[in-house]
């Protein structure tokens, strides 16, 4: 009797996992639960309504999505992505957070997995290491760059920059920092903030005295509201001090609870809910029918990560080794709820609009308003 | 420089406020509520519920936000914590901790992940200036109202009846029983209190703090770093403790904001060193 159960179990082996070769898994880690929740919420959402649209099969094959909630924190997103690697034998992997992505970046080689980066900001995530990795959301260089050119050509000379300490944060800065002096501006004050810091008075005086004719900020979008807040409280709007910044700190999640303090300030962000294209209306619609809340930037990432791995199974026509699947995703083209955004087949980057924007009061809610395109902005840290 | 300071005191007070409550469950009844914050966070979405949705002016909803959180104290205090007053410190860090963390997902669910803002009344917006210090009008209304508290507080504490009630339950419950003093009472009306007084200390620093479901988490170690500064013998320390760790914390952030974050665990280090029962300790404990 005890015999029979190893050949038992054989057999179901195989005949599951004959079920199985239709099935495209994908599995996708994301902090549903801890305080980057929205974050993970957002993407997952994103993710979702491209399955409702588009169906869940592809080139002849279904597509069985995997979410895991990895709270936020790296050693989760990495324990997680081993075994849906390992276990679960999933032939792509989403990643999300900078440094949830670094911890799968490496797995992901080792175990030859296509991976989609949907929520990382920071330029080093692609890189020549992992070679199976591609991003679907931006790059902070990308829009701080754009930024420092707007704000350059647009009367700001003397600029303090308030900054988040931590990689993103850095990043923004830097990118800033060179294409602004470069553009003939000066930074006369550069203030680095704790990641977790309750009272932004003191940085804001500092900031203040300095006298700079610009402010650019970057800290993540949950503080950008009471940064703002504190910013018109101090006064600086009167003292005429701009307030800009790389998109993420008028975060469409965020911003219609923000206040009227945030009224005018000035951002290069890559996706605004209130982009004016027929793609977008219908959406956000849509977004917001099914979940309640606007999407915000983050949402996309989820959204043409879903598109570019769906497009990828049907050029390969449904084979799912990395490297047809990567080779397949390099140069793919495509018209996004965003704008047209693809990925650059020399470094897997997304290669994208960036838009200045201008926060604005649109039927009693407060929007992103884009007055201004710069069209296909790579990331500038990439450049050679 | 004097603006530095203002911004300091506001802070502090705000600290204070927001601590207080935790100073006397943790000193007075020698009970480690860690789940104070969560008191904190609903006392600010109260506010924000009647004062953005239904309308209610700012200072009614404060005042309301006050009593719901003391009953909502009152509550929890009657039917969960209760149970694990005679347990040891360790069961009621578990007990309490879990509490927050049901708190953060219960906020969630119910109000959404984002950072949300009170809106408050344009006469408390903007600041204006008095010889030369800039003086935001929302951070003095913050001094002046936790200034008063405190007083009432501490003239409660010290001249009332109902204070040497408490004093004399905390040093020995027993006698304090036999003396008729219905001890269960007292520590029912002081634990509302104290939940009461973090409501409106999450009410009135949602607008310089931020408000989201994180809350009790983000500001727990604010919390725990007041009452370990200043000792748990009365509310004198907690509010010394306060205002010093306010004051460092912004001018160190801004007159060396590299190191700004260190500031406070750097007194905090300091001072336990020197006073490890903090600054002003009873001088003999049970």
Redesign the interface.
Known sequence: MLRIIPLVLAVGTMASTGALAQDVKVGVVLPLTGGLAPVGKQVQAGIKMYMDKNGASVAGKKIDLIIKDDAGSADNSKRLAQELIVNDKVAIIGSALTPSAMAIGPLSTQGKTANVVMVSGTSGVINPNNPYMVRTSFTLGQQSGIIAEWAAKNGSKKVAIVQSDWAPGAEATKVFTDAFTKAGGEIVETIKVPLANPDFAPFLQRARDANPDTLFVFVPAGQAGTFAKQFTERGLDKAGIKLIGPGDIVDDNDLPGMGDAVLGVVTADIYSAYHNSPANKDYVAAFKKANGYRPNFISLGGYDGMHLIYEALKKTQGKTDAESLINAMKGTKWESPRGPISIDPETRDIVQNVYIGKVEKVDGELYNVEFATFEAVKDPLKKK | ML??LF?GIA?GMLLFVLACGLSVTLGLMNFVNLAHGAFAMAGGYITLVLVNRAGLPFFAGLAVAFLITALIGVLFERTLYVHVYGKSHLDQVLFTIGLVFMSV?AV?YVM??????I?IPGAL???FEIFGV?V?R?RLLIIVTCGLLTLALQLILSSTRFGSRLRASVDDARVARGLGINVNAVFSLTFAVGSGLAGLGGALGA????L?P?FP???MV?FLIVVTVGGTSSITGPFAASLLIGIA??????YA??F??FVIYTIMIIVLILRPQGLFARAASK
Do not use: H, M, N
């Open positions: 603006t530095i911004d802070y997902a969630d959404g992940s984002q950072q949300v803002f809106r917006q903007g600041r800039g935001g929302y607008e310089i703090l931020g989201d994180t988490l983000k500001y604010y914390d912004v001018a160190g952030k801004y904001p590299k700004g974050a």
